[in-house]
């Protein structure tokens, strides 16, 4: 099966996850762009959905999906969304999309995080993926030498040249050559760092279920 194949699987996965009546939290990215087009089929058994993004609020507009702020709301049932790794304790490397703060906002809203993913996602250990750190863009070169002194290597992320501006005007720096070993305290250490607005390890709000896409179907991680 292609990757695009795997997303598509996992994405109507997913649809047995979603609480009839309620809203539902919806993440950002390719693999939840299949789940947004699923839940687009069954719109009429939800109460409408919160995006963590303008992209994905775009898409569930589009689709006749109202969208919710997280204010106008309380406790979500359960929130989708797609990791760029995660580990076997439902650890996850998050932000490859850009839009990792919001992300976290709205898993830390929700009962349950279900991460969608193909099998290529799942890793021993967090790092490999260039790690995602949102920052306040006159705070990013100090930043950039305190993961240096760390041993990795932090570069701008840029869009057509210039660098891109996430949904809530910040920048994002690229971290390569970590290996976390920890993910509880790196992720606490670093979201203590003047100018980091989100590091795109998600310990604290890590997912409860995973549905892994491979090449013989759905595959369903738990964690603790």
Known sequence: MTQDELKAMV????????????IVGVGTGSTVN???DALGLVKDRIAGAVSSSEASTA???ALGIAVFDCNAVGEIAVYIDGADE????GHMVKGGGAALTREKIV??????FVCIADESKLVEKLGAFPLPVEVIPMAAQRIARQFAALGGEATLR???????VTDNGQHILDVRGLSIDDPLVFESGVNQWPGVVTVGV??????????????SGVRTLTFE
């Open 34 to 36: 299949k789940f947004i």
């Open 158 to 164: 840029l869009k057509d040249g210039a660098p891109l």
């Open 107 to 112: 898993a830390a809203q929700s009962r349950r």
């Open 202 to 215: 998600f310990a604290h709000q890590k997912a409860q279920v995973c549905l892994l896409g491979t090449s």
């Open 86 to 89: 995660i580990d076997g304790r």
């Open 59 to 61: 898409r569930l507009k």
């Open 11 to 22: 994405g109507q996965a997913a649809l047995s996850y979603v609480v009839p009546g309620e």
